[in-house]
Each structure stands twice: as C-alpha cells, then as structure tokens.
C-alpha cells in the first residue's frame, strides 16, 4: 500500500515556474515507478511524465518535453516535477501516481494516486 500526497501547485504567469512534491508513504517508494499526470477541466487525465525506479529512465509528453523535468529522492520518499516555462494551457489539476513496473508513457497501470494539486497559468 502507497499512499501519495501532492503540494506545490498554485498560480503563477505564464513563463514562470513552479515544482510540485509527491510524498509517498511506506518503506518500498524505491520499489515503484512514478508518474505525473493533468486534468483540465472538461478533459481526460492525460500522461505528463515518468520516471523509473532509479531514477535512471524518464518519458515525458511531447507538449511538456523541454520544459519539465521529473525526478526522484528515494531517500526522502518523493518525486518532483520541476515546470518551467509555464503556459496557460498547462492549467489543470496534476496528480502523481504509482505503479510496479515502469513502462514509460503508458497510461494504464497505476495502482496508487494522490489527491491532486491545483495548477493555474495565469496570461
């Protein structure tokens, strides 16, 4: 059992930068891959980004890539999302989540989420 809490998000203008944090709980976050997804309102959750165990492997979404950098303290038990660069269409509400076994951009196959955090890009 992973449970995971998100904090970092608020409002920022457009070409500013914000780093969200996902702290996982239980003694095995090594043992997960982790990822970062978005939900605007009125659209599907999509794929953000993902990082393997190690840290050694990530995959980010083509409208991110260049401007957000996922990572990892396995010491510390968290994931971060560094967001540069920001647009107002990156507005949404991110989420991290977890998963057994990393397979890079898939969707499917996250077991564990946390609550979200609210990102708004103000123009």
């Known amino acids: 059992q992973v449970q995971l809490v998100e904090s970092g998000g608020g409002l920022v203008q457009t070409g500013g930068s914000l780093r969200l944090s996902c702290a996982a709980s239980?003694?095995?976050?090594?043992?997960?891959?982790m990822g970062w997804f978005r939900q605007a309102p009125g659209e599907e959750r999509e794929f953000v980004a993902a990082?393997?165990?190690?840290?050694?492997?990530?995959t980010y979404a083509d409208s991110v890539l260049g401007r957000y950098t996922i990572s990892r303290d396995n010491a510390k038990n968290t994931v971060y999302l560094q967001m540069n660069s920001l647009k107002p269409e990156d507005t949404a509400v991110y989420y991290c989540?977890?998963?057994?076994?990393?397979?890079?951009?898939?969707?499917?196959?996250?077991?564990?989420w946390g609550q979200g955090t609210q990102v708004t890009v103000s123009s």
């Open positions: 989540a977890a998963r057994t076994s990393y397979s890079g951009s898939a969707v499917r196959g996250y077991n564990y």
């Open positions: 239980g003694r095995t976050f090594s043992s997960y891959a």
């Open positions: 990082i393997s165990y190690s840290g050694g492997r990530s």
